[in-house]
T-cell receptor, first 114, second 112 residues
């Protein structure tokens, strides 16, 4: 059991839709992350949250909007996406951001944008 | 040229063989992260290391900061080790990561 859950596991949406991805961790961690994995491309770190505060935004387009209401929950709000945004979106958590601790990953949400 | 390069890209081994996957990076990093991704997408974080060597079960990770090189070794390989192995360079600043650069992965298949 990874202790990090993501919903939904699969999502198909049109370019005009608005949807949200949810991540929840039950490990008591303080840091949470969103990653994007596109086909045949390396993993990309999108956002980092430390104690509910966003510490990193790696040049992610504004059509991706993260929200971290508490240290156990992380959302990724999606609106007016493009087909090239189709990818596997992974959430991860770790005890702290800057400790060198390993990260625990959720199973991912497979997103298809039509 | 990628800032984090892995070799080989694909690797097929017989069960029981000793396996080495290499990761070289051309950027300054604070730590290096090894990840394992199973078919279907599930990712497991294996090691985070900034110097020396770490061991967990049959897995050993080493890093040479001066040479900007890390290796992941698997002893007595087993078919369940079949997965994509990814290395990532982490550069930390105050408050969190400034940059994470991932390699493209090494696809390992261990044949019984």
């Amino acid at each position: 059991e990874t202790g990090v859950t993501q919903t939904p596991r699969h999502l198909v949406m049109g370019m005009t839709n608005k949807k949200s991805l949810k991540c929840e961790q039950h490990l008591g961690h303080n840091a949470m992350y969103w990653y994007k994995q596109s086909a045949k491309k390396p993993l990309e770190l999108m956002f980092v949250y430390n104690f509910k505060e966003q510490t990193e935004n790696n040049s992610v387009p504004s059509r991706f909007s993260p929200e971290c209401p508490n240290s156990s929950h992380l959302f990724l709000h999606l609106h007016t996406l493009q087909p090239e945004d189709s990818a596997l979106y992974l959430c991860a958590s770790s005890p702290w951001v800057d400790s060198g601790d390993t990260q625990y990953f959720g199973p991912g949400t497979r997103l298809t944008v039509l | 040229k990628n800032e984090v390069e892995q070799s080989p890209q694909n690797l097929t081994a017989q069960e029981g063989e000793f396996i080495t996957i290499n990761c070289s990076y051309s950027v300054g990093i604070s730590a290096l992260h090894w990840l394992q991704q199973h078919p279907g997408g599930g990712i497991v974080s294996l090691f985070m290391l900034s110097s020396g060597k770490k061991k967990h079960g049959r897995l050993i990770a080493t890093i040479n900061i001066q040479e900007k090189h890390s290796s992941l070794h698997i002893t007595a390989s087993h078919p369940r080790d079949s997965a994509v192995y990814i290395c990532a360079g982490l550069l930390r600043g105050s408050g969190g990561y400034q940059k994470v650069t991932f390699g493209t992965g090494t696809k390992l298949q261990v044949i019984p």
